[in-house]
């Protein structure tokens, strides 16, 4: 069973960056697409980014596209989240995921991935 671990999240000013990361273990990692979700007080999870099992193909949401840019290394069963010209609505506790299935497209929906990590939490102030 994979096993997803969070982590480069904290306080930012708006404007700034910061690069989120999320490490496997357990598992086949290099055959399942992967993504990020974010939830933020109050709100539903939402969809913020997903890359194929590859790494050759992305998908975003439209928030955040032109702004975040979404890799993995799958050598080091890991992925990441590079985040750019941050803004205070992006402030959420941001979670990594794994499909259900290997070999996924990657804009399908939340519903289809089954495992995710413990978040990392992202603050960006006005």
């Known amino acids: 069973q994979v096993q997803l671990v969070e982590s480069g999240g904290g306080l930012v000013q708006a404007g700034g960056s910061l690069r989120l990361s999320c490490a496997a273990s357990?598992?086949?990692?290099?055959?399942?697409?992967m993504a990020w979700f974010r939830q933020a007080p109050g709100k539903e999870r939402e969809f913020v980014a997903a890359?194929?099992?590859?790494?050759?193909?992305?998908y975003y949401a439209t928030a955040v596209e032109g702004r975040f840019t979404i890799s993995r290394d799958n050598a080091k069963n890991a992925m990441y989240l590079q985040m750019n010209s941050l803004k205070p609505e992006d402030t959420a506790v941001y979670y990594c995921?794994?499909?259900?299935?290997?070999?996924?497209?990657?804009?399908?929906?939340?519903?289809?991935?089954?495992?995710r990590g413990q978040g990392t939490q992202v603050t960006v102030s006005s």
């Open positions: 995921a794994k499909q259900i299935n290997p070999f996924g497209g990657t804009r399908l929906g939340p519903n289809q991935y089954n495992t």
């Open positions: 890359i194929n099992w590859s790494g050759r193909e992305a």
């Open positions: 357990g598992g086949t990692f290099s055959r399942y697409t």
